[in-house]
C-alpha cells in the first residue's frame, strides 16, 4: 500500500498531466489542503480510505478525477492559476463525480 506521501506527490502529479503544465505552488498547497489528510482519513463515516484503495480499480477512478481537476484547471485559459482557481476546478470535479469518497464538502463560505 503506498504511503500518504507517495499518493500525494502522485496527486499532485496527476492534477500536472491534466493540467499539461507546471503547478505553481499555491495551486499545489490548496491541493495538499484539501486531499492529504483525506488521503488516510478518507470522507467522513466512510469504511473505506483512499489510501486502502488506490491502487484498485476503484482508485484509478479516482486518480482519473485528479487528471479532470487538472484540465478543468488548464481551461481556465490563465498563465499561472492560483488557489482559487484550483479550489474552483476541485470543487467542480467533485460536484460532477458520484463517487463515494470525494472529501466532505468545505463548510459554506470556504
Known sequence: MATQDEIMAQILQLVREGAGAPLTAEVEAALRDR????IANGKKGAT???QKIWDDKE?????????EI??????????????????????AI??????PHCPDPPPTGI
Open 35 to 38: 486531499y492529504y489528510d483525506w
Open 48 to 50: 473505506i480510505t483512499p
Open 59 to 67: 482508485g484509478k477512478g479516482i486518480q482519473q478525477k485528479f487528471r
Open 70 to 91: 487538472g484540465k478543468h484547471l488548464a481551461a481556465k485559459k490563465k498563465p499561472h492559476p492560483g488557489k482559487d482557481d484550483c479550489v474552483h476546478s476541485y470543487r
Open 94 to 99: 467533485e460536484m460532477l463525480s458520484d463517487c
